[in-house]
């Protein structure tokens, strides 16, 4: 199997070694080599990850926890191996906090739905950011449907920081939860969450942390953050679609209820009763993704290799280029300067619609994202519709950003 070799040369990273790793980088778009922006959407998929799920179709595929045979003992040790890896990515105490989802939304529904229905009162609660992504947001008003809760809501000031001022006044003793986004998917913003879990804790008040967007780019410690849950999306981190996390404090997930019922999550079942598994099992009803699970395990590997604080430095190195680079763009506006950002720069362009600007820039190879980004509250809080953003992997280059800005510099002469 292919593994990247030499990744750290004495300059840093090696990129052109890590950017062999990726085969779609190879693509040409339009005639034009691929430059791949949009790794906010999803990131591109090292070979590693795609030999592993190759490899476990080829010669693993069976059923998992379920049968004595070899094929199913080899699978489920795979898919249990995974977890382990997932578990000390982020520092979890124990593989029983470790569920597996289909993603970051499937994990956040999970909480509000389970925790919710079991916690929650009529007139409690709960404080989310005005930065949320949707999945953040829409969970929540799903159990204002059976419970009448409140949502709270933390500001953003104009450049895109947390108004956290008079976050502690917020908290009364309705307060049951606090939800946030750890780096925002629209803003770059990263949040000083571990000082507001702190201040939550005061109140007793447990958090979970959106960390979609901060796993791949950030080290993330659950137990230095003390976070009483925490949700992401193996998509975003090199891994495969479909599958993600959600780690919890087991002294939540034991009080919870399951979330789904059927096959893996029980102990014993009668028409009169039914009795549930034990953690983790109890949160993962039905056949799972195995496929994803064995391939996110691979992409862990695969961060593991190089190094989540080399990945971290090399990015922030990209962001302050890109940032200083675009600035130089004429009438290009960037939206969101907060004080710590990672990952994402989203910006306006004359008055050109980003649907335009997204539409144009594929012509030269470039992938990124326009729109509202699923977080609409953002867009109307500037005021705005839309915003284009672009948003990096380790693989991606100063070089590449260079042809970002002479493309950009070509649409003010299409448009004039
Ligand atoms: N943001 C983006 O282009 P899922 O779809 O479940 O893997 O992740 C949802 C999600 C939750 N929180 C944050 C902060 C996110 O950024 C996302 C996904 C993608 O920005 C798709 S909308």
């Not at 520092?91 to 970051?104: M, Y």
């Not at 000083?192 to 939550?200: D, R, Y």
């Not at 890109?322 to 004080?339: D, E, F, R, W, Y």
């Not at 990096?392 to 299409?414: M, R």
Request: with cysteine; hydrophobic share 40%.
């Amino acid at each position: 199997m292919h593994t990247t070799t030499n990744i750290n040369n004495s300059k840093g990273l090696d990129i052109d070694c890590i950017r062999e790793d990726f085969p779609i980088l190879n693509t040409t778009v339009h005639g034009k080599p691929l430059i791949y922006f949009d790794n906010a959407a999803t990131t591109q998929k090292p070979r590693s990850v795609i030999e592993t799920i190759d490899n476990y179709y080829t010669n693993m595929n069976s059923n998992i926890h379920r049968g004595v045979h070899y094929l199913s003992q080899i699978s489920t040790d795979a898919y249990e191996k995974a977890r382990t890896k997932i578990k000390e990515f982020i520092n979890a105490p124990s593989t029983k906090e470790i569920i597996f989802t289909r993603g970051t939304t499937e994990s956040i529904n999970l909480v509000a739905h389970s925790y919710g229905m079991k916690f929650f009162n009529d007139g409690d609660e709960i404080i989310i950011s005005a930065m949320e992504h949707h999945s953040n947001i829409v969970p929540w008003q799903l159990l204002k449907t059976y419970k009448n809760i409140n949502i709270k809501v933390i500001p953003i000031d104009d450049d895109g920081n947390l108004v956290i001022d008079n976050f502690e006044s917020m908290f009364t003793e309705r307060t049951k939860f606090l939800s946030l986004v750890y780096v925002s998917n629209s803003l770059g913003t990263v949040n000083p969450v571990k000082e507001l879990i702190s201040i939550a804790h005061k109140h007793n008040v447990p958090v979970l942390i959106d960390a979609a967007q901060a796993v791949n780019h950030i080290p993330v410690d659950v137990q230095d953050l003390d976070c009483d849950f925490l949700a992401l999306s193996g998509h975003k981190m090199y891994g495969p679609t479909g599958i993600g996390v959600l780690y919890g404090k087991e002294k939540y997930l034991k009080a919870m209820p399951p979330y789904q019922g059927g096959g893996d999550m029980i102990s014993k079942v009668t028409f009169e009763k039914t009795t549930f598994n034990e953690l983790p099992y109890k949160f993962e009803a039905g056949t799972p993704n195995i496929e994803g699970v064995i391939g996110l395990g691979a992409a862990i590997d695969y961060i593991n290799n190089i190094g989540i604080n080399a990945i971290h430095e090399y990015e922030s190195g990209l962001m302050e280029y890109a940032t200083k680079a675009l600035q130089t763009v004429p009438g290009l506006q960037i939206i969101g300067n907060a004080k710590e950002k990672a990952g994402a720069i989203s910006f306006l362009f004359e008055n050109i619609h980003p649907h335009d600007v997204g539409t144009f820039i594929d012509f030269e190879g470039i992938a990124l994202r326009t729109g509202h980004h699923c977080t609409q509250p953002v867009m109307d809080r500037y005021g705005i519709p839309a915003t284009s953003r672009v948003s990096f992997a380790v693989y991606n280059t100063k070089a590449e950003i260079d042809i970002l800005v002479k493309s950009l510099i070509k649409i003010i002469e299409v448009f004039k």
